[in-house]
């Protein structure tokens, strides 16, 4: 087996360059375990009203137009 108990991230192989670009990625994977499943239910409800307007317009726009 393979011992992964003290295994870093990737700043560990990164480049010095690349560091503010990995905190930027590290700051995003911090928010979603924190506020994962409110983030993702806010989306999916976001994207439903959107859907559902998008199909309003199309229906109108077909029927109407």
């Known amino acids: 087996m393979v ?3 003290n295994v ?7 480049p010095p360059h690349l ?4 905190s930027r990625v590290q700051l995003i994977q911090d928010f979603r375990s924190t506020h994962g499943k409110t983030y993702i239910s806010i989306m999916e409800a976001i994207i439903a009203i959107i ?3 998008g199909y309003l317009y199309w229906l109108t726009l ?3 137009g």
Do not use: R
């Open 3 to 5: 011992d992964t108990e």
């Open 8 to 14: 870093g991230g990737l700043e560990e192989i990164l």
């Open 62 to 64: 077909y029927f109407g």
């Open 51 to 53: 859907l559902t307007v």
């Open 19 to 22: 560091m503010p670009i990995w």
